[in-house]
């Protein structure tokens, strides 16, 4: 099963690590201290043979030993009792302790030198043994030739091998309690590193959790500015920050899908009225031929509007949803308009004329620049009386800045207008609000306002380097 809680991930990681750290260190402890164990045992019995080759010496001729039972009681019959056997130079046995009774331990005299040596073995009960050997010059008695002070005649063979043995039960023992405690250590480590990072986790994720409540709480209608968990650790402030964007970009999104469903629903209301009205009236005078054709051609006018406000925000919607399907490509400005205004309803009124001033090419998606420029000579057309709706495209060195204006108002509403705050206050509709997207999309400068009497839309596109 996929672990997805980080908690669950870090204190299993933890376990695992400990795990791993403590065996390692109990491992290593245990081998140290077993290691130390067998020196010591061996230690023992060196000192046990050591002791016994002091006790060497030369009697009438012959190697013999002084040893009395009372000086190292452990080599006496007994329960796990300690073995001693020693050999003369020739192999033959010179004395072997009484828990030996008639038995010989079995080693290799020749397998030893000067230093003595440890090594494991089989005692003669069949139990398992470790024992210390060693070979010695014994001088101790030995007679003395007069003249060159060496040892005398006869005497140049003065040594012995002396083995000490003990069964190993007590040793491993020890060495059992040695691996239990490691055990219990390490078991101890990794239940204590667990139960710490468990606390800790905890404590630490507090501030997580806090975040991740106060998420949660978000309602989707209405999305706060910024979030306000109380303090963060410094690893969670860059994720704050994020989303306090995300949650601006949001916020953003929203107010503008408001407005422009709002938009939507106020620039469709009128046109649904005036169907209504005209059908309603066509209806009750079927027999009037002349008021049913210019109803069914204002109908026609009005479904058409609706049919390019419609097209142009699902463009815009699946634009939005991939901007893989905007060609950008360069475009020249004056071409693209004049196409555009040969097609809006009302530029063929002799009353009405377009005017550009300045030509410039720009790189944009030409469908998207075509509804920009749909609604706003439209806009112009429609707001307006007769006269001249005006494009001027000015150069600057990093911006294309495209002018539309009319000066197709009245006294009184140029009157009127001057009154305003600007474009701010008023209210633009549905065409200015696909205006506002479509530039958003395509990474356009859009702003309009009210000057002398005259409404002026401002389209800025920016431009390459190369001056394209």
């Given amino acids: 099963m996929r672990l997805r809680s980080l908690r669950s991930k870090v204190i299993l990681g933890t376990i695992v690590g400990v795990t791993a750290v403590a065996s390692l260190a109990s491992w290593a402890w245990y081998g140290a201290a077993a290691s130390l164990r067998v ?9 046990q043979a050591r002791t016994l080759a002091t006790l060497l010496r030369w009697s009438n001729g012959a190697l013999e030993l ?4 009372e000086l190292i009681p452990d080599f006496l019959p007994g329960r796990d009792p300690a073995f001693f056997e020693i050999w003369r130079s020739d192999g033959s046995v010179l004395e072997r302790s009484r828990s030996l009774d008639r038995d010989d331990l079995a080693v290799q005299l020749q397998r030893f030198g000067d230093r003595p040596r440890a090594f494991d073995l089989l005692l003669p009960d069949g139990s398992e043994g470790r024992g210390v050997g060693m070979r010695l010059q014994v001088h101790e008695g030995l007679p003395v030739d007069a003249e060159g002070g060496g040892p005398a005649p006869g005497y140049d063979s003065a040594e012995a091998v002396v083995v000490v043995a003990h069964g190993v039960q007590s040793l491993r023992g020890a060495l059992d309690g040695l691996y239990l405690r490691a055990l219990v250590v390490g078991f101890g480590l990794v239940l204590a590193a667990a139960v710490i990072v468990f606390v800790v986790l905890s404590r630490a994720l507090r501030p ?46 929203l107010e503008r899908e408001r407005r422009v469903a709002a938009d939507i629903a106020h620039e469709l209301r009128t046109p649904v009225s005036e169907l209504r009205s005209m059908t309603e009236v066509a209806l009750r005078w079927p027999d009037d031929e002349e008021f049913r054709a210019r109803a069914l051609e204002v109908a026609h006018g009005v479904a058409m509007r609706m049919t390019s406000s419609v097209e142009a925000v699902l463009r815009l919607a699946r634009s939005r949803t991939s901007k893989a399907e905007l060609d950008l490509q360069p475009i020249d400005l004056g071409g693209c308009i004049q196409a555009v205004w040969e097609g809006l309803p009302g530029s063929g009124d002799p009353d009405v004329r377009l005017e550009m001033v300045g030509r410039g090419v720009v790189t944009t998606d030409r469908a998207s620049l075509e509804v920009v420029l749909s609604n706003l000579l439209g806009n112009a057309l429609r707001h307006g009386g007769r006269g001249v709706v005006r494009c001027e495209v000015v150069r600057g060195p990093v911006l294309l800045r495209l002018l539309i204006s009319n000066d197709l108002q009245t006294a009184a509403e140029a009157s009127a207008a001057a009154a305003e705050d600007g474009a701010a206050t008023a209210r633009s509709g549905l065409g200015l609000s696909i205006v506002s997207s479509f530039c958003e999309l395509l990474g356009l400068g859009f702003s309009q306002h009210r000057e002398a009497g005259r409404w002026v839309a401002d389209l800025r596109f920016p431009l390459e380097r190369d001056g394209g």
């Fill in 208 to 253: 997580l959790e806090r975040l991740s409540a106060e998420i949660s709480a978000i309602h989707p209608a209405k999305p706060p500015v910024s979030l306000t968990s109380g303090d963060l650790p410094l690893e969670l402030e860059p994720i704050r920050a994020r989303l306090d964007e995300l949650l601006v970009r949001i916020r953003g999104a």
């Fill in 39 to 47: 020196e010591e045992f061996d230690l023992t019995l060196e000192l």
């Fill in 66 to 69: 002084e040893f009395s039972d």
